[in-house]
């Protein structure tokens, strides 16, 4: 990414520690100029990482981490300070000519999930990679929140999802992501109650987490001619209780790379099954004529607004031809 003339104290001038906290799920819906927040770059249960938003710096008394709001940024992103700016500047809705010639907005798949964003078409994923995490996190999956949302105790251990009570992923339901070599390599997490607090948001996934290199569910259900595809992580808890195998895209855009995942799978018939609204039927239309280069492929057409884990049981298995 080419910067350059940005002006880095203007950006830190206007900035706030809010929106950036924010991006990164960190928020308590407070906005206070001082208090301590969940230290992003260890974990701990209680706050320790002091946000002073007079001054723009932030550290943390547990780990000794600090900076300004432009490190804080550039060390969850693991990139330059220059990027960092613009990302902040991204973030804090700032204006500037220089800012807007290299931002690139990264608040749509990294603040939201897959029920609600889509990856840039234009990220192929190709070259993208994600690292394996050398940490597992400790998850309550007897949480009521699951049962709400129809997953038994067997189930959510069997996909390894809880309700996570400290670090990133405090207050969520956090659901493990592998690749393909089942590789846990991200955790997602979904806010675990129907209301969520201003300020955060629904759903979370990890600084650099590239989601067009990964189908979730993919390791578990390699070496099948026949998948299902469907967008989200709900959509494959259902489908998996009724014994059908399925991947999700973890949004509504497919990419090169999960074309070349597919394939290496041994994958050779594809259903999609993606949500039966507007946008779900528009993004089936579109990967439509790219899976069918690959696969022999048919779209599945949910009744409208349902999805398919909210579909009736008969509707599903009628659509694939089991009842």
């Not at 308590?28 to 706050?47: I, K, T, W, Y």
């Not at 069997?158 to 309700?163: A, E």
């Not at 595809?229 to 895209?249: C, G």
């Given at each position: 990414m080419?910067?350059?003339?940005?002006?880095?104290?203007?950006?830190?001038?206007?900035?706030?520690?809010?929106?950036?906290?924010?991006?990164?799920?960190?928020?308590?819906?407070?906005?206070?100029?001082?208090?301590?927040?969940?230290?992003?770059?260890?974990?701990?249960?209680?706050?320790?990482?002091?946000?002073?938003?007079?001054?723009?710096?932030?550290?943390?008394?547990?780990c000794?981490?600090?900076?300004s709001?432009?490190d804080?940024?550039?060390?969850?992103e693991?990139?330059?300070?220059?990027?960092?700016?613009?990302?902040?500047?991204?973030c804090?809705?700032?204006?500037?000519?220089?800012?807007e010639a290299v931002?690139r907005?990264?608040?749509?798949d990294r603040?939201?999930?897959?029920?609600?964003?889509?990856?840039?078409?234009?990220?192929?994923?190709?070259?993208a990679?994600?690292?394996?995490?050398k940490?597992?996190l400790?998850?309550?999956s007897?949480?009521s929140?699951?049962?709400?949302?129809?997953?038994?105790?067997d189930?959510?251990?069997?996909f390894?999802?809880?309700y996570?009570?400290?670090?990133?992923?405090?207050?969520?339901?956090?659901?493990?992501?592998?690749n393909?070599?089942?590789?846990?390599?991200a955790?997602a997490?979904?806010?675990?109650?129907?209301?969520?607090?201003?300020?955060?948001?629904?759903?979370?996934?990890?600084?650099?987490?590239?989601?067009?290199?990964?189908?979730?569910?993919?390791?578990?259900?390699?070496?099948?001619?026949?998948?299902?595809?469907?967008?989200?992580?709900?959509?494959?808890?259902?489908l998996?209780?009724l014994?059908?195998?399925?991947?999700a895209?973890?949004?509504?855009?497919?990419?090169?790379a999960?074309?070349?995942?597919?394939r290496?799978?041994?994958?050779?018939?594809?259903?999609?099954?993606?949500?039966?609204?507007?946008p779900?039927?528009a993004?089936?239309a579109?990967?439509?004529p790219?899976?069918?280069?690959?696969?022999?492929?048919r779209?599945?057409?949910?009744?409208?607004?349902?999805?398919?884990?909210?579909?009736?049981?008969?509707a599903?298995?009628?659509?694939?031809?089991?009842?």
């Amino acid at each position: 990414m080419p910067v350059h003339r940005l002006d880095f104290r203007r950006i830190k001038r206007q900035a706030s520690f809010e929106p950036v906290l924010a991006r990164y799920g960190l928020a308590d819906g407070n906005a206070r100029p001082q208090r301590h927040v969940l230290c992003p770059f260890h974990r701990e249960s209680d706050p320790s990482c002091h946000i002073n938003n007079d001054r723009k710096t932030f550290h943390c008394f547990g780990c000794g981490t600090r900076g300004s709001i432009l490190d804080f940024v550039a060390k969850l992103e693991k990139c330059g300070i220059a990027e960092a700016a613009a990302i902040v500047a991204s973030c804090c809705g700032i204006a500037d000519d220089d800012v807007e010639a290299v931002v690139r907005d990264n608040t749509d798949d990294r603040s939201l999930g897959p029920e609600h964003c889509e990856v840039d078409a234009t990220e192929s994923g190709l070259t993208a990679r994600n690292t394996p995490l050398k940490f597992t996190l400790t998850l309550d999956s007897s949480h009521s929140y699951l049962s709400a949302r129809g997953l038994d105790r067997d189930q959510a251990e069997r996909f390894g999802i809880g309700y996570c009570d400290h670090g990133l992923m405090r207050g969520r339901i956090a659901i493990p992501i592998h690749n393909e070599e089942g590789e846990l390599v991200a955790y997602a997490g979904r806010w675990a109650a129907r209301d969520v607090p201003a300020g955060r948001p629904r759903y979370l996934l990890p600084p650099k987490f590239h989601k067009q290199r990964v189908l979730y569910n993919l390791h578990r259900v390699k070496g099948q001619e026949h998948l299902v595809v469907v967008e989200s992580y709900w959509s494959v808890f259902r489908l998996s209780a009724l014994d059908i195998q399925a991947a999700a895209l973890m949004g509504r855009d497919l990419s090169e790379a999960h074309v070349d995942l597919l394939r290496s799978a041994g994958v050779q018939r594809l259903s999609l099954m993606l949500d039966g609204d507007a946008p779900g039927r528009a993004a089936a239309a579109k990967m439509l004529p790219v899976l069918a280069r690959h696969f022999f492929v048919r779209n599945l057409k949910l009744p409208a607004g349902t999805k398919p884990h909210s579909a009736p049981e008969p509707a599903i298995k009628a659509l694939l031809g089991l009842i």
